[in-house]
């Protein structure tokens, strides 16, 4: 349902935000909710939050979403404060609502609804500009991880099944196929068969954990670098966002899918993968960052498999964007005809690059202390 501004301000009201309500205009650029910022006039100063209405068709479970969230902010916001350090911009905050306390809207008319402080003086970047900003955002997924480790409370909810389970990713791809439901399949024969000859290759993450080598963790699970906020002044990271997928996960999932962002020299979409090769000097910044965000918990497989896993992400994900084209564009919200097979193709001439450049990226971890 279109939400016109008027709307907006009514729904930013039934939360605890202060002030005179202003404006609520769209912001970001992201594929799955819907994102607005809230400005209030506070006794004359401009103060701004973010308001979100979650896209329940993909995260079917919001309640047990939002319980996710408020236990993984509260853990953090809490280890901050014990260690005496600065925590109203290292974690998201979110906004209660005026009538209850409870920290989402579910209306059946209106949606599901939550709202968070704005953090200022940051921003995310959706193309990684240079290597400093790749080992910011890194080291700042990677610490993350690593104040989460301790966690004990209840246990999180799976907010998407499977959801890095490349097997099955595979597995869907393959149903599409056979469904076919728009004969879209006989336009992509080429990427068909480029995803099904790196079966072995989906299994490499599931298979290894299988065998108890590479352990379960608290993981973000999405961490396309656009997903943590950066200092304007300092270029620091200062704050992992968007966190809708956080759950029992792999640290190598994890990394997987910033290289998968990071070394790609292209926009995501980009139809001309002719100038297609992962770049290198991104990739051992990736590196660098997430074993210092992570403080040498990283197991030495871990470490041995950050190439493969970078290899494996792209592989996956340009997988769901060809399983996605196939049956409709039904998941990633898409601009253009064809987009989400652009993707694709996209993704897959990453993956080419990655596994031809895979023993010189094994020489920058090796050098990396």
Avoid at 132 to 157: I, R
Avoid at 303 to 319: D, K, S
Wanted: aromatic share 8%.
């Amino acid at each position: 349902m279109p939400v016109d501004a008027s709307l907006l301000l009514d729904i930013a009201r039934r939360f605890q935000v202060l002030g005179d309500l202003l404006s609520a205009v769209p912001y970001g650029t992201g594929h799955i909710n819907d994102t607005y910022v809230v400005t209030c006039d506070q006794a004359g100063e401009p103060v701004r939050y973010l308001l979100q209405r979650l896209n329940t068709k993909i995260f079917k479970t919001p309640r047990g979403l939002m319980k996710n969230i408020e236990e993984v902010t509260g853990h953090i916001r809490g280890k901050l404060k014990r260690q005496g350090e600065p925590f109203t911009r290292r974690v998201l905050t979110l906004v209660p609502l005026a009538d209850s306390g409870v920290c989402f809207l579910d209306d059946p008319e209106l949606g599901f609804w939550r709202c968070y402080l704005f953090i200022e003086g940051a921003r995310t970047y959706d193309v990684i500009e240079r290597v400093e900003q790749a080992f910011e955002a890194a080291k700042a997924f990677g610490a993350f991880q690593s104040l989460l480790a301790d966690y004990e409370g209840p246990s999180l909810h799976e907010t998407i099944p499977d959801f890095h389970h490349t097997p099955k990713r595979l597995a869907a791809l393959k149903a599409a196929v056979a469904e076919d439901p728009l004969g879209r399949a006989r336009d992509c024969e080429a990427d068909i068969l480029f995803a099904l000859e790196r079966a072995p290759l989906a299994g490499r993450l599931v298979g290894l954990q299988a065998e108890g080598a590479i352990p379960e963790r608290i993981t973000h699970n999405d961490t396309k670098l656009n997903n943590v906020m950066l200092d304007d002044a300092t270029g620091a990271g200062v704050c992992v966002i968007d966190l809708d997928t956080v759950m029992p996960g792999l640290s190598l999932c994890d990394f997987g899918d910033m290289v998968r962002t990071a070394c790609n020299p292209l926009a995501e979409d980009d139809p001309d993968t002719s100038r297609m090769v992962a770049r290198g000097d991104m990739f051992e910044a990736l590196a660098s960052g997430y074993l210092q965000g992570t403080g040498g918990a990283l197991l030495p497989v871990e470490r041995e498999h950050l190439v493969v896993a970078g290899q494996l992400l792209t592989y996956e994900c340009g997988t769901r964007f060809l399983t996605d084209y196939l049956l409709g564009d039904t998941y990633f919200r898409t601009h253009r005809p064809a987009q989400n097979l652009d993707r694709a193709r996209n993704q897959f001439a990453l993956v080419r690059s990655l596994e031809s450049q895979e023993e010189a990226f094994m020489g920058r971890i090796r050098n990396l202390v």
